[in-house]
Nanobody, 126 residues
Framework: QVEVEESGGGSVQAGGSLKLSCRFS??????????MGWFRQVPGQEREGVAN???????DYADSVKGRFTISRDDASNSLYLEMNNLNPDDSATYYC??????????????????WGHGTRVTVSS
């Protein structure tokens, strides 16, 4: 089992920045070679993939966040981060950190991720 906990959400004005953090723990996290990523969801809409790493360290980003968001990781602290810059109101959502049992080909598909945090809310005002 892998436990996932996010932090760092909040409210910011358009053009501002936030950094989300996520920490993985649990007996299932001994092998760190799996996909991990960030997703977001607005009420009434499907969960959307934002950015991810596969086991080889390759990153992928949703087109809507490319050039503004940066995913990073610190394996020493079992942590995953999402630096979000130049935020706009369309970025408002609950952001979820997730880990997959897959090592590759996870893409930004939420159905390929198996362990989820409870989410952290991001609100961007115009």
């Amino acid at each position: 089992q892998v436990e996932v906990e996010e932090s760092g959400g909040g409210s910011v004005q358009a053009g501002g920045s936030l950094k989300l953090s996520c920490r993985f723990s649990g007996s299932g996290y001994k092998d760190k070679k799996f996909c991990m990523g960030w997703f977001r969801q607005v009420p009434g809409q499907e969960r959307e993939g934002v950015a991810n790493f596969d086991s080889e360290g390759t990153t992928d980003y949703a087109d809507s966040v490319k050039g503004r968001f940066t995913i990073s990781r610190d394996d020493a602290s079992n942590s995953l981060y999402l630096e979000m810059n130049n935020l706009n109101p369309d970025d408002s959502a609950t952001y979820y950190c997730a880990a997959s049992r897959w090592r590759t080909l996870c893409a930004l598909r939420s159905d390929r991720y198996h362990y989820w945090g409870h989410g952290t809310r991001v609100t961007v005002s115009s």
